[in-house]
């Protein structure tokens, strides 16, 4: 999508963009009581695509949205929970937002701490601020290019280091066989670390908790907000098959899946030519 003009009498894009970030850590704040006085007791149910759905989910997708629209009225809005399935989302706007209500809604059903908020804020497509309330630990974690990554008060950064068999990555199982039989020699010389939760693995490896994070079967709106903060720390992200997500032209709640690793760019790498058969890891 072109980067679109900017109108006379306009803000200065620095201005603009400051404005979303404050009021999208607001919008975000206001809803933690609420989310953590349902965690554990809320009822769910089951989406066709097999995947768990609260109340909860609606009403932070429309309690956070109704808060930006006030302020951004023309900017765009995406949800998986918000938007009808039949409808795509042509983003036409500068801004746009992109909420995943709670990331990791299976543990946040069952009563285990590894779930969050997650909203991420992009510009001409690019995700260029997220958000990622980490419930497990009662923290804010934020950050965009430019702007670095804060996890609650504390600078962070991804891990830079060569890896080595101590290292850490996170992923979400199950895995398709082929997927399996690939990554398999990565499975067997590091320490692998399964969370339940795109978005908190991508937090984690952005503040330098993991080395990075590999995903074959999660949607765009579980890493919008993840993908801005790999950045701001320093990570790379790198895309196992197909054409990258981003920039986003377009959002409907049947987008396919995003495949693909981010964090330490030495272990992106790695895990590049293990997923080729370049090498062995």
């Known amino acids: 999508m072109k980067p679109q003009k900017r109108k006379p009498g306009r803000k200065p894009v620095a201005s603009e963009l400051r404005h979303r970030i404050n009021a999208g850590r607001v919008a975000v704040k206001n809803q933690i009581a609420f989310f953590e006085s349902q965690f554990g007791q809320v009822e ?14 609606f009403a932070i997708s429309e309690k956070v949205f109704t808060e930006l629209r006030r302020s951004f009225p023309h900017d765009d809005y995406c949800s998986e929970e918000s938007n009808p399935e039949d409808e795509v989302v042509q983003l036409e706007a500068e801004y746009a937002w992109i909420i995943d209500p709670i990331d990791g809604t299976n543990n946040y059903a069952l009563g285990i701490p590894m779930c969050s908020i997650s909203l991420a804020l992009l510009r001409n497509g690019e995700p260029v601020y997220g958000y ?7 923290t804010l974690i934020e950050g965009g290019e430019g702007e670095g990554v804060l996890d609650g008060t504390r600078k962070a950064r991804v891990i830079t280091t060569e ?6 990555f996170a992923t979400n199982f199950p895995f398709a066989p082929e997927d399996l039989t690939r990554v398999r020699p990565l499975l067997e010389h590091f320490r692998v670390r399964s969370f339940g939760s795109a978005a908190m693995n991508l937090a984690y490896t952005a503040v330098g908790k993991l080395e990075a994070c ?18 701001a720390g320093g990570g790379e992200i790198a895309y196992l ?24 760019p030495a272990f992106c790498r790695r895990v590049l030519e293990v997923y080729r058969g370049e090498t062995q890891a």
């Open 44 to 57: 769910s149910q089951w989406k066709e695509d097999e995947t768990r759905v609260t109340f909860v989910d």
């Open 132 to 138: 990622i309330y980490d419930y497990a630990r009662h």
């Open 163 to 168: 890896p080595t068999a101590q290292s850490h």
């Open 214 to 231: 590999v995903d074959f079967r999660v949607k765009l709106w579980d890493v919008a907000a993840g993908f801005a903060l790999i950045k």
């Open 241 to 264: 098959d197909g054409e990258p997500m981003f920039p986003l032209s377009a959002f409907h709640v049947h987008m396919p899946p995003v495949r693909y690793v981010a964090g330490n």
